[in-house]
């Protein structure tokens, strides 16, 4: 008798189950999946294309017409830009800065040498252009110190000024601006020391730009009073409790919740841009590509 009582309820049971999944709910769980699988297309459609927009910043840090107008620009990625170098050359135009300044990151590989000198071609104007190298143009010469030099020397002989561990001066309104270049931190070759102990003393400030952001940490107080920079993409992908820093990078910014725009860090002002190009996916979000309209006094 109890055996039958069991098989009875097992057979209920069955039938039970059999109903929930041939039944009404099963419906259902067909409209879930084509409504995720129309949202997760949705969001890869837009992701590529936050990839083409480009967003103005503005940073004053005086309200004098006398000022010195910089546009600073970061990881072009030039294998996975999809900003228009047109769209970008319209912004310079119609800013007209006194200076260019780019924040490292251009090539993946040392193919990638040409499709980079052709984009800065099309930025070209009668400003001046300063410039440093980030990790990936270490990493696209396998840190070849002869290679990574030579194509310094073609951007150089192209005009644009390669900042590595060194300084130029920049007039304007009769005061004297250090422009100053940081070797990118993960480099062998990064010696802060170096440049800061060699700045002319009668500058009315000391603008540097390097790659990584967490080199602020190696600059003593008092000797910059500008920093610039990029590498972090402002997240590129935008996940909740900012998982991508804690997940995918070590940085130490990362880690205080630094990763883009304006800060004060060891006294030193700094800013980090959002950058133009990709890295890893051609896709972001919530973190448009970014150009930077900076005003110095």
């Known amino acids: ?12 049971t069955k039938s039970c189950i059999t109903y929930f999944i041939r039944g009404v709910p099963m419906t259902f769980l067909y409209v879930s999946f084509y409504i995720f699988w129309i949202v997760s297309v949705a969001a890869l459609i837009y992701m590529r294309f936050e990839t083409t927009l480009l967003k ?4 004053r840090f005086t309200k004098s017409k006398k000022h010195l107008k910089v546009v600073h620009l970061s990881d072009i990625h030039i294998s996975k830009m999809f900003v228009k170098t047109e769209k970008i050359k319209k912004v310079l135009t119609s800013e007209n800065p006194d200076i260019v300044v780019l924040t490292g990151d251009y090539i993946e590989a040392p ?31 396998r840190r070849n110190k002869t290679r990574l030099q030579e194509f310094a020397d073609i951007l150089e002989s192209k005009g644009i000024k390669v900042l590595h561990n060194k300084s130029a001066s920049f007039f304007k309104n009769q005061k004297k601006y250090n422009i100053i270049g940081l070797e990118d931190i993960r480099s062998v070759r990064s010696d802060t020391m170096k440049v800061l102990d060699s700045l002319d003393m009668d500058a009315v400030a000391n603008i540097a730009i390097s790659h990584n952001p967490d080199i602020v940490f190696e600059i003593p107080y008092g000797k910059v009073d500008y920093l610039l920079c990029g590498h972090f993409h402002g997240g590129q992908i935008w996940m909740p409790f900012k998982l991508e820093f804690k997940l995918l990078r070590n940085d130490k910014l990362c880690k205080m919740g630094i990763i883009k725009g304006l800060h004060k860090v060891n ?30 006094p």
């Open 1 to 12: 008798m109890v055996t039958v009582i069991l098989i009875d309820r097992l057979n209920i």
């Open 267 to 296: 006294n030193t002002i700094l800013y980090i841009n959002r950058g133009l190009g990709n890295v890893l996916f051609p896709l972001r979000f919530l973190s448009p590509p970014e150009i930077a309209i900076i005003y110095f």
């Open 56 to 59: 103005v910043s503005r940073v």
């Open 111 to 141: 193919k990638d040498e040409e499709k980079f000198l052709k984009f800065l071609e099309g930025i070209k104007g009668s400003y001046e252009m300063f410039m440093c190298f980030g990790n990936h143009e270490y990493k696209a010469f």
